[in-house]
């Protein structure tokens, strides 16, 4: 009796209608309704970077969010080591991130970069004098043996206050300036 009911076209589209109606209703739901962003362990700065390049609408519902995507774009921002996005509590969604942490200053030509420890551009600073904290660093390929770099501005801590950066010299040692 199914399967003649079934057969015919007008009744296959009523059920199709009803399932479509009974998803939607079930989706909008205010459960499943997100309203905002929560993003967790990030500076200001960062915050405002992540809701600008997330492609999210409020409201949203929450099975209409491809989780992966969003956390891909995450972490294509430079400050973004890695990122964590889940449904929070209370129509949130929670962006928990690992930002890099800046460990050099990278001349790259009249750009200066943030390199973290692994060599990863961490952002960009207009003026050198925004981050004297950190050692500067220049040539071709500096950025990519960092690790040595700071290992040699490490062993040069007692003459630090004279020391004004490191320069790579042919890809293969470093001048003290």
């Known amino acids: 009796i199914v399967t003649v009911w079934l057969s015919q076209d007008a009744n ?10 009974v998803k ?8 499943f309704i997100m309203t905002e962003f929560k993003v967790i362990g990030a500076d200001p700065q960062t915050t405002a970077d992540i809701e600008s390049v997330l492609p999210v609408k409020f409201p949203v519902s929450s099975f209409d969010l491809d989780m992966e995507d ?18 929070g509590e209370g129509g949130a969604l929670d ?3 690992t930002p ?17 420890e692994d060599g990863i551009i961490a952002g960009i600073i207009v003026d050198r004098a925004e ?4 050692p500067l660093i220049a040539g ?23 020391v004004r950066g490191l ?11």
């Open 70 to 87: 969003l956390r891909e774009t995450v972490e294509q921002l430079f400050a973004i080591k890695s990122a964590r996005i889940r449904l």
């Open 12 to 21: 296959r589209e009523m059920v199709g209608a009803k399932y479509a109606a």
């Open 131 to 134: 981050r004297r904290d950190l």
């Open 167 to 177: 320069v790579r010299m042919g890809e293969r040692r470093w001048d003290l300036v």
């Open 24 to 31: 939607a209703s079930l989706h909008q739901r205010p459960e």
């Open 140 to 162: 071709d390929g500096a950025y990519e043996n960092i690790d040595e770099a700071l290992t040699l501005f490490r062993t040069a801590d007692p003459i630090r206050d004279r």
């Open 95 to 97: 962006v928990d991130v």
């Open 100 to 116: 890099r942490i800046a460990v050099a200053v990278w001349r790259d030509g009249t750009m200066l970069r943030l390199i973290d």
